[in-house]
């Protein structure tokens, strides 16, 4: 007899990723990718789902013990419903546990992406034998996942852990969230790009606009698309501006940092997403401000490290998700 | 033979108020207020502290089964030492527990007074069965309590909760303890105050300085001395400056409580402490703002409501320490 199948996906509002785990492993004896197509709406999404984890299952569907699904914004992980994920058109209220276990007749799961990536760094990661853990990922959005005393921290109604959407700047401008000066809005990929975006059509923005332009030329593209790495090879490349807007997006991460450390005092942050491997040009910043700001005590306690499983995190954690977290989401 | 007596001691920068407990019960069998005279430094607070809770403990001393002592300022409840107490002069790195104990020859526990507050209100008052709730206290100093799965979140070092020292102005002023733009800063009473005694200085402030000396031929005092309270009596007045301050005070506290709501997912949180008392022209404004910014699930799941315990909560808190708290305490 064989070990015990786990299946983890992460839906995302581009692809699709399954990965199948042989008993409590984080490498994968499978792998699947297709993409959401979100927008042909949420049955459509569903059926792709159903197909990539059994495609992930290959004959061990029988042998899968179950299925962790990983997905973007406010869910409830106990009742199993996404409220409303930002990312895909359709999906409110929506019973996903139910839908998926109808189709798969296996126990499915659900979880908040960044909850379970969050999982996935603390068991298998950068964060081992760690009890009081924050995860910050900063890549198109901010999200974070909160670990106290060695649980996921979920919330009265699962949502806990929003920290992108801590606001840093009371009286600056409205998130999409519906909040004021979110983190999310000044630091994310999203951010970046944004501020670059709003530099170009102004006169201080012509250095940029030229550095951008060349690379377009280079890169066969059709529409000049200024994203945040667009702006981190310009400031790379010397140019003032983009240097000017990768720093203020990392001393707002730094003042966020500093928020975190005082509400939790934890013993590790773990920083992932695709804006941190930008590398030095933001994280000096971003450590300087909590050097400067952050109270003594739980700053000197508090290490501050890179997340180990990149873009994996979530699908390890959707994996786990059933032997870690069996009775919290069975019971709530 | 009688039930165990407990004590429970609130050490602040003016006065040292120790309380006698029989049993789990919230209401004093004995109360003592003393000054705590912290400028002569941190060997006479320690003999006036020794003093207060032998007079409370009256001929129970033997029978005394702990003594809990909420002091403010980062310190470390599993150890027993107080890193830092900003009201008290010396308080540097002093082993509280230890030099107590000593002097007393019963156990003694020490906790941060936000928390300990926080365990007062979850134990005998606003929070009673809940446990996922936020303290938040608001008065000369903005402090917090979490609690998590029903128990204190103390994080790595015990200084966690430090709510007031969240930025939410991440461009603005330095605050006491060194970041910029927190919560304190701006809506504390010092804070408040802060706010008026500069606008006096100016020609907008004109109207609310007249209505400051009026009061002050009133109340027999010599010296023109804006607090939060003037502010507040001049706001009721109709000064539309005093309106503004206090406004601008109150939306500040509401943009924390959406970072709270959107951290921590809470299902409720207490507010407390003199700010709070000023009451719908509060009020209002910092629950309309949370109205508008939080996400709507967490925000709809979470009940805002008023501390029940008033300025004892603290020395109620530091009463049920032992019997709630000990097996933490001790083991950290």
């Given at each position: 007899?064989?070990?015990?199948q786990?299946i983890?996906?992460?839906v995302g509002g581009?692809?699709?990723?399954a990965?199948?785990?042989?008993g ?5 004896v499978a792998?699947?990718?297709?993409p ?8 459509v999404?569903?059926q792709?789902?159903?197909?990539a ?6 004959h061990?569907l ?7 699904i990983a ?6 992980p ?7 994920a ?10 996903l ?7 798969l007749h ?5 979880g908040n992406d960044?909850n379970l990536?969050a999982l996935?760094?603390?068991?298998f990661g950068a964060?081992?034998d760690?009890q ?5 990922t ?5 999200g974070g996942g909160?670990?106290?005393?060695g649980k996921i921290v979920?919330g009265a109604?699962?949502t ?9 700047d009371?009286r600056?401008?409205r998130c ?5 000066g ?5 630091a994310?990929?999203t951010g970046i790009?944004?501020?670059?975006n ?5 006169a201080e923005?012509i250095?940029?606009?030229a ?12 529409e000049?698309?200024?994203d ?5 090879l310009?400031a ?10 990768i720093?203020?997006?990392?001393e ?10 005082h ?5 590790m942050?773990?920083?992932g997403?695709?804006?941190i491997?930008?590398g030095?040009m933001?994280?000096?910043?971003a450590?300087?401000?909590?050097q400067e700001r952050?109270?003594?005590v ?5 290490r501050?490290?890179q997340?180990?499983?990149g873009?994996?995190a979530?699908?390890i954690?959707?994996?786990a998700?059933i ?8 019971s709530?």
């Open positions: 007899m064989s070990a015990p786990y983890g996906v992460d581009t692809s699709i990723r990965a199948r785990f042989a409590h492993s984080h490498v994968p792998k699947t990718k297709v959401t197509q979100a927008a042909k709406g949420a049955e999404v569903l792709r789902l159903e197909a984890i059994r495609q992930t299952a290959g061990e029988d042998n899968v013990a179950g299925v962790g997905a973007a914004g406010p869910l409830n106990h009742t199993g419903v996404v409220l409303n930002p990312n895909l058109p359709g999906w409110q209220n929506l019973p546990k139910q839908l998926m276990e109808d189709r296996r126990p499915v799961f659900i960044a990536a996935g760094e603390w068991k964060a081992r760690h009081d853990v924050l995860y910050l900063i890549s198109t959005g901010i909160v670990i106290i005393d979920e109604k699962g806990a852990g929003e920290l992108g959407h801590m606001t840093i009371w600056g401008e999409n969230c519906g909040n004021i979110c983190l999310e809005y000044i994310s990929g790009a944004r501020a670059a709003e530099a170009i059509r102004s923005g250095e940029l606009l550095f951008a332009r060349t690379l377009l030329e280079h890169s066969g593209e059709e000049l698309q200024i945040a790495q667009t702006v981190a310009a790379e490349a010397g140019v003032p501006l983009a240097r000017a807007i720093q203020n997006a990392a707002a991460i730094g003042a966020g940092l500093v928020n975190i450390i509400c939790f005092n934890p013993e942050i773990i920083l997403g695709g804006v491997q930008m030095p933001l994280m000096e910043p450590l300087r401000v909590v952050a109270m003594k739980p700053r000197e306690s508090v501050i490290v997340a180990q499983l873009a994996n979530g699908l954690g959707a994996g998700l032997y870690y977290y069996n009775d919290a989401y069975i709530g």
